[in-house]
Nanobody, 123 residues
Framework: QVQLVESGGGLVQAGESLRLSCAVS????????MAWFRQPPGLDREFVAA????????RYSNSAVGRFTLWRDNAKNTVYLQMNGLNPGDTAVYYC????????????????WGQGTQVTVSS
């Protein structure tokens, strides 16, 4: 059974940074993509960033590009989302999302979700 465990959320002030982590266990496929989504208060869940397990090329939403960086450590089965220049608009529950894909890249969402971690940015 695939499990995703997120960590790194918290309360920060505008302009500060946070790093989220997502550790994967039970992965059965070598071609396993991972992504982050977020759900702001009262809004729908939205895509933030994604990266295939076999590639170093990450993809970002327009709101994340230039501020967020996604990378993975295959030895630790973990992906990291570095978030810089946070603003109150980034306040949301952040969800790790992962699953097997059949090609080098397929857009998320994937099969499995983490429990979510709260990120709150004060002005």
């Amino acid at each position: 059974q695939v499990q995703l465990v997120e960590s790194g959320g918290g309360l920060v002030q505008a302009g500060e940074s946070l790093r989220l982590s997502c550790a994967v266990s039970g992965r059965t496929s070598s071609n396993f993509a991972m992504a982050w989504f977020r759900q702001p208060p009262g809004l729908d869940r939205e895509f933030v960033a994604a990266i295939p397990w076999s590639s170093r090329t990450a993809r970002y939403s327009n709101s994340a590009v230039g501020r967020f960086t996604l990378w993975r450590d295959n030895a630790k089965n973990t992906v990291y989302l570095q978030m810089n220049g946070l603003n109150p608009g980034d306040t949301a529950v952040y969800y790790c999302n992962a699953g097997p894909i059949d090609s080098d890249y397929e857009p998320p969402p994937y099969d499995y979700w983490g429990q979510g971690t709260q990120v709150t940015v004060s002005s």
